[in-house]
């Protein structure tokens, strides 16, 4: 079955930098589109960033463009998100899932645990 592991994340000060992981099985990765998402305490998953199959297009939410750069090596089945000059309200679990490009939403119905990004002012 599908399975989803995010990591990479901590607790950062305000301008600090973090790079995410995310290992993949259980799908044929590099027929995927993938994506980050995020949620913070009480919301749901908000998009964050999408690349495609091949790495050749990304997407990115305004909130994020131009901080943090999304990439993928299909060989590792592995999607990042590298995250530059980070932000309070950055702060959320995230995750990686499939996307479905043109709703900006996930693909996947199952969710892995997220990993955790905590940035102090």
């Known amino acids: 079955q599908v399975q989803l592991v995010e990591s990479g994340g901590g607790l950062v000060q305000a301008g600090g930098s973090l790079r995410l992981s995310c290992a993949t099985s259980?799908?044929?990765?590099?027929?995927?589109?993938m994506a980050w998402f995020r949620q913070a305490p009480g919301k749901e998953h908000g998009f964050v960033a999408a690349i495609n199959w091949s790495g050749g297009s990304t997407s990115y939410a305004d909130s994020v463009k131009g901080r943090f750069t999304i990439s993928r090596n299909n060989a590792k089945n592995t999607v990042y998100l590298q995250m530059n000059s980070l932000k309070p309200e950055d702060t959320a679990v995230y995750y990686c899932n499939a996307v479905r490009w043109e709703a900006s939403a996930a693909a996947f119905a199952s969710w892995g645990q997220g990993t955790q990004v905590t940035v102090s002012s």
């Open positions: 259980g799908f044929t990765f590099s027929n995927y589109g």
